[in-house]
């Protein structure tokens, strides 16, 4: 096994719509390759992330080569997911899926900034593959429980800053630190992101593959 599959990170499982509020990226030293994380507003980091959904649109946008963007729906949002000739398999995979497709993705946040100031999120995969049905509800109910383990973290650091207890041992939470000078979202809007994410499951898709 090659140091780097030793020190690789996990890959957090998030839905799309807070992805997409995860603007914000940093590394933590300053080593050339330190790894870039982004901040997840429930007051985690992410420098990979796994999520689940459909596989709405597939286009090639590429100039001079191939380099295939994916929509990838889930119950709260899109995610953007490109893959060019650094992505082999990645952008095989989109190329030669037929839309609508369930898929499960793992990768690397990126974020770019418009001219107008406005910073877009989205993914370089490292793998994707064709899933079914099941996989993407259990990712859902999977990821709403982890999603819910970081917002009551996040509350719990909270509470400590509003009112700490006389020589408590509470843990310090730097992210959610981070989450707090940086983010301006209540992580509440996140909690109701859980709720809608899991109300989904109980209806019928209109463009959930057959």
């Given at each position: 096994m090659s140091q780097a599959e030793l020190?690789?990170?996990?890959?957090?499982?998030?839905?799309?719509?807070?992805?997409?509020?995860?603007?914000?990226?940093?590394?933590?030293?300053?080593?050339e390759r330190a790894p870039n994380y982004a901040l997840l507003p429930t007051g985690d980091r992410?420098?990979?992330?796994?999520?689940?959904?459909?596989?709405?649109?597939?286009?090639?946008?590429?100039?001079?080569?191939?380099?295939?963007?994916?929509?990838?729906?889930?119950?709260?949002?899109?995610?953007?997911?490109y893959a060019g000739q650094y992505q082999p398999e990645a952008a095989s995979i989109l190329r030669d899926t037929e839309p609508p497709a369930y898929v499960a993705v793992?990768?690397?946040?990126?974020?770019?900034?418009?001219?107008?100031?406005?910073?877009n999120v989205s993914v370089r995969p490292e793998s994707i593959a064709v899933v079914d049905a099941a996989t993407r509800d259990r990712w859902v109910v999977e990821t709403a429980e982890r999603t819910l383990d970081r917002i009551e973290a996040f509350e719990a650091w909270e509470a400590e800053q509003e009112a700490p207890e006389s020589g408590s041992t509470a843990?310090?939470?730097?992210?959610?630190?981070?989450?707090?000078?940086?983010?301006?979202?209540p992580v509440e809007n996140y909690r109701r992101v859980v709720i809608q994410a899991l109300?989904?499951?109980?209806?019928?898709?209109?463009?959930?593959?057959?």
């Open positions: 020190t690789r990170e996990v890959a957090r499982r998030v839905f799309a719509s807070e992805f997409n509020d995860s603007t914000y990226t940093f590394k933590e030293s300053d080593d992410a420098n990979r992330v796994f999520f689940v959904g459909t596989l709405t649109e597939t286009e090639d946008v590429g100039e001079d080569s191939e380099y295939w963007r994916g929509r990838v729906v889930d119950p709260t949002g899109t995610f953007f997911v793992v990768g690397k946040p990126r974020t770019y900034e418009t001219e107008d100031g406005t910073v843990p310090t939470n730097e992210y959610a630190q981070m989450v707090h000078d940086r983010y301006d979202s109300e989904q499951l109980e209806e019928t898709d209109a463009e959930a593959p057959a």
